[in-house]
């Protein structure tokens, strides 16, 4: 489980492909203090650290995970939006994350403002795949909340220091961007359609 508070940055130093398995290879601050088999959230994406080098550790993305997320696009040099799991106990800043990714979203635009930047994403509709106004929404691992809401579209505001300190900064239009949607509204959602059904 995660907060969506990205911790750090990692910068993408190996790719290997095996088999339909893509191993991830990063160098992070972070890589001193992670443990093997231990959970990272990478674009929001939860892996499982498998390797552990000097300056670097690395990461196994399966089948499953690549359809559903933007990690088979990576290529070597790229950054990436890292946050360790939480601690029973600590304060949850965001919102409660899973590091399931639920889709691929596209960023549609970029709105710079005076000291603030609001970004416009769309992504293919489905069942539990929704927004609402000043809901929650994790964008590449990011807590945010949603400024404005349509079906298939919604928009964030990104204050300087997350813009500075995640991926927002690299942002463009056309870029891919991982989606996990809110974990109460997906349930809540599944819930209706299956009183409906019944």
Known sequence: MFTGIIETLGLVSGIE????NLH??????????LKIDQSLAHNGVCLTVVDIQPGEYT????????????????????????ERAMKLGDRLDGHLV?????????????????????????????PGKLTVEKGSITVDGVSLT??????????????PYTYEHTRFKTY???TKVNLEFDMIGKYV????????AG
Do not use: M
């Not at 089948?63 to 939006?81: P, Y």
């Open 172 to 174: 463009t239009a056309g």
């Open 24 to 33: 991830l290879t990063l160098k992070s601050s972070l890589s001193c203090e």
């Open 98 to 126: 899973q590091g399931h990714v639920d889709q691929v979203g596209e960023c549609e635009s970029v709105e710079a403002l005076d000291g603030s930047w609001v970004f416009h994403f769309a992504y293919p509709t489905g």
């Open 146 to 159: 949603v400024v404005d809401s349509s079906p298939g579209k919604f928009s964030v505001a990104i204050i």
């Open 189 to 196: 959602a599944r819930l209706l359609e299956q009183r409906d």
């Open 17 to 20: 492909q095996e088999g339909t």
């Open 59 to 82: 990461v196994t993305a399966v089948a499953e995970t690549l359809s559903r997320s933007n990690l088979g696009d990576l290529k070597v040099g790229d950054i990436v939006n890292l």
